[in-house]
C-alpha cells in the first residue's frame, strides 16, 4: 500500500510539475521578447548649424540628432526630438540650417513633412530626402508594420537593450516587423511607442503631401 502511495505522490507531483511548464510556456508565449533592430537596417537623421567662425570659414555644428527607421509613407520615421530644435532656430536670423538622413556614413540632403503639428504624445516625425532620386539609388528597403495592434502588457523588452538603444530605435518581434519604437517623453523618461502609435501616426503624415505642389502656367495663359 506504502509502494502504491508514493507512486500516487510522485504521479500527482509530474501532473503539476507539467502543467506549471505548460503555463510558463503559454506565458513566455504571450510575453513575446522584442530587440532592437540592428544597425544595418536604422539610420540616423541630424540637424547641423552653419556658424560663422570670427577667424575663419563657416563651420558645421552638430545641433541634434536621432535614430530613424525607413517606412512607405515617409522616406524616414525618428522622434520629434530632432524637429524641437529646428523650429527654435528656423526664425532666428543668420542662422542656416541642415536637415539630413545620414545612411553608412554618408549624408543626404533631408526636410521635415510639416504636419501642421506634431502629436507629442507619440513624439514621431516624419522626414523626406530632398532629392526624389536619392531614395530610389539607395533602394532602402522599408521595415514592416507589425499588423495586429501591440498590446503593451504582451511584449517583453531587455533592459540591457533599453539602456544601448537611442530613442527612435524600432523593436522587433520574431517575425522582424516593427512592435514599438523607443521614443523620449516630453519630460524625459524614455518609452514605448506601439506599432498601432506609428500607425495612426502615418495616417496624419500620409494626408500632407511631401513637398508642395507646382502648378506651371501653360504659355497661353500668360
Not at 505522490?9 to 533592430?37: G, K, M, R
Not at 533602394?139 to 533592459?159: F, G, K, M, R, T
Not at 527612435?168 to 511607442?193: H, Y
Request: aromatic residues 6%.
Amino acid at each position: 500500500m506504502k509502494a502504491i502511495a508514493t507512486v500516487a505522490v510522485l504521479s500527482a507531483v509530474a501532473i503539476v510539475l507539467f502543467a506549471s511548464e505548460a503555463t510558463h510556456a503559454q506565458t513566455q508565449a504571450a510575453n513575446s521578447v522584442v530587440h532592437p533592430a540592428p544597425a544595418s537596417t536604422t539610420i540616423t537623421v541630424t540637424v547641423t548649424e552653419l556658424r560663422h567662425e570670427k577667424h575663419g570659414q563657416d563651420k558645421e555644428v552638430l545641433i541634434a540628432q536621432a535614430v530613424g527607421f525607413p517606412n512607405d509613407t515617409c522616406d524616414v520615421i525618428t522622434t520629434f526630438d530632432v524637429v524641437k530644435p529646428y523650429e527654435e532656430r528656423e526664425t532666428w536670423k543668420n542662422i542656416k540650417q541642415q536637415v539630413n538622413i545620414v545612411i553608412d556614413g554618408r549624408s543626404y540632403p533631408a526636410k521635415f513633412r510639416h504636419l501642421g503639428f506634431y502629436p507629442l504624445g507619440l513624439n514621431l516625425a516624419c522626414v523626406d530626402f530632398v532629392s526624389p532620386t536619392d531614395r530610389a539609388e539607395l533602394n532602402v528597403l522599408a521595415l514592416p508594420l507589425q499588423p495586429d495592434p501591440a498590446n503593451a502588457s504582451s511584449l517583453s523588452y531587455e533592459d540591457g537593450e533599453i539602456v544601448r538603444s537611442d530613442p527612435g530605435t524600432p523593436f522587433l518581434n520574431e517575425n522582424g516587423e516593427i512592435s514599438s519604437v523607443l521614443v523620449a517623453t516630453p519630460n524625459g523618461p524614455l518609452e514605448f511607442a506601439s506599432a498601432a502609435d506609428i500607425r495612426r501616426f502615418l495616417t496624419i503624415a500620409g494626408s500632407v503631401s511631401p513637398a508642395p505642389l507646382q502648378h506651371r502656367r501653360s504659355v497661353s495663359t500668360i
